[in-house]
């Protein structure tokens, strides 16, 4: 138990300490925030702080906090480091700087900032490889809840039948006015995720279980490696670029730059939080990484959720997962597609005022979607979890770009470029030796990840040399 109190009390000081530097180094000001200068009355709308803090909360966690923690807690307490210094280093730095420069350039996307900041192909590959990912995203987040809930109701309410009635409230949430759905609801779906968060943690002290100590040792019941597999198993809680399709939704509804950090930077390391309490409740649970493995191998990820919440919380805790692995999913699959609408519309140019515009953008986007929920949900998700990291590993780079084009040279632009580099070599390693990537063996792909990262790093320093 100390291990997990002193895990929540670095996160904390990385709140208080390392947030600040980032917020320093960025430097906000007074300037007339997008949410007032473009204001449509659909996209670009002043939202409440806390309002807006809950809703990027939903935006950036769903499920993933829960999902990936847990098969993350496979490796045993070993995850508890990367969730800890992964947020506070790389995460925490991620969506700050990703939502920030977003404000700063009137809501622009990550893949319009890579344009920016790294050239005309760079934002051309980005768009298409942003979209895609968000169009993954999207579909993991029809197929899960729609499993669970064909499970739930009458036969005659089949799986296909709830991937309907998903699709056409993304239809709803993708379309109308960020205040009209998603401001409504996600502060609510957002309270329930820390609900939860909050009951298990309260079920694992009142239940008397004994939070194993952090310890180095690869504790996977199959032996996978910790590099680069756990830092791509948990990415929702540590570091994830899907953050970075979904911070600029709330830059443009921030009311002041100043509210940054406690928005951007805050809802990443409360994300953290939620997973650190779910990868000690999974392992303490089931007491063993063997017996959690073998939970989520037989029930899958929503099944080991409301193993453990009845559990621990009985009833109540029955009711609380259901809402939140059904709702939760669905609300980070809603702004997958918003996200997609918001970044064909910067491509077409087409003034998402009109309602025919975003019409024309949202029915083809929903209907490759539906075709995406006939593939196998597993073979999404491991595409899904690569492509996400690649995407961090990207938008850090971008920041760390921002950074040396704004001034901000010598030692300030490490603070992206540090994971950034990090990241590439997460990334790069993963896609050689995963199963769905070249299958390659550790000794073939360590070197090469470790040299990518070597490579684009000592680019980067020419580039700070030469005083881009």
């Not at 930077?265 to 392992?283: D, P, R």
């Not at 009109?354 to 949202?362: A, E, H, Q």
């Not at 010598?410 to 030796?433: C, G, H, R």
């Amino acid at each position: 138990m100390i291990s997990l109190l002193l895990a929540f009390a670095v996160l904390m000081a990385g709140y208080f300490i390392y947030g600040r530097v980032g917020e320093s180094i960025f430097a906000p000001d007074e300037r007339k925030t997008p949410a007032y200068s473009k204001q449509d009355g659909v996209d670009f709308i002043p939202m409440p702080t806390w309002k807006a803090f809950l809703v990027q909360l939903l935006n950036i966690a769903g499920t993933g906090p829960i999902f990936g923690a847990l098969m993350g807690a496979c490796f045993g307490p070993v995850v508890f480091l990367w969730i800890i210094f992964g947020s506070v280093l790389g995460g925490g730095v991620h969506d700050y700087m990703s939502g920030m420069i977003s404000e700063r350039h009137d809501g622009a996307s990550i893949a319009e900032l890579s344009g920016i900041y790294l050239g005309k192909a760079a934002k051309w590959g980005m768009r298409i490889f942003s979209v895609v990912l968000l169009l993954f995203t999207g579909t993991v987040f029809v197929t899960s809840p729609a499993a669970l809930l064909s499970r739930l109701t009458p036969n005659s309410l089949s799986n296909t039948f709830w991937i309907v009635v998903i699709l056409l409230y993304y239809v709803l949430a993708t379309l109308l006015p960020i205040d009209k759905i998603i401001g409504k609801l996600y502060p609510i779906f957002g309270a329930v995720l820390i609900i939860m968060a909050l009951g298990i943690m309260g079920g694992i002290i009142v239940g008397g279980y004994s939070v194993p100590e952090i310890t180095l040792q690869n504790m996977h019941p199959q032996g996978l490696s910790v590099w680069p597999f756990m830092f791509v198993t948990v990415a929702c809680g540590a570091i994830s670029g899907f953050h970075a399709t979904q911070s600029p939704m709330v830059a443009k509804c921030i009311t002041s730059e100043k509210l940054g950090r406690k928005i951007f930077y805050g809802a990443m390391l409360s994300e953290s939080v939620i997973a650190l309490v779910w990868a000690a409740g999974g392992v303490v649970f089931y007491g063993t990484t063997g017996g959690l493995y073998g939970a989520i191998t037989d029930m899958g990820q929503s099944g080991a959720v409301y193993d453990i919440s009845t559990g621990m919380l009985g009833p109540v805790g029955g009711i609380l997962a259901i809402v939140g692995v059904i709702a939760c999913p669905i609300t980070s699959g809603d702004t997958a597609f918003r996200s997609a609408r918001l970044i064909l519309a910067e491509i077409t140019r087409l003034d998402q005022k009109k309602i025919r515009n975003r019409l024309i953008i949202t029915i083809p986007l929903l209907g490759l979607g539906a075709l995406l929920t006939q593939l196998n949900f597993n073979v999404l998700w491991r595409y899904f979890s690569w492509s996400n990291q690649t995407l961090a590993m990207i938008s850090l780079w971008v920041a760390t770009a921002y950074l040396l084009k704004a001034g901000k040279r010598k030692t300030y632009s490490l603070l992206t470029a540090l994971p950034a580099t990090f990241m590439t070599a997460v990334s790069v390693t993963y896609i050689l030796m995963a199963d769905e990537g070249f299958s390659l063996n550790s000794a073939i792909s360590y070197p090469i990840g470790i040299a990518a990262a070597i490579l684009l790093f000592a680019y980067y320093l020419f580039q700070k040399r030469r005083g881009l």
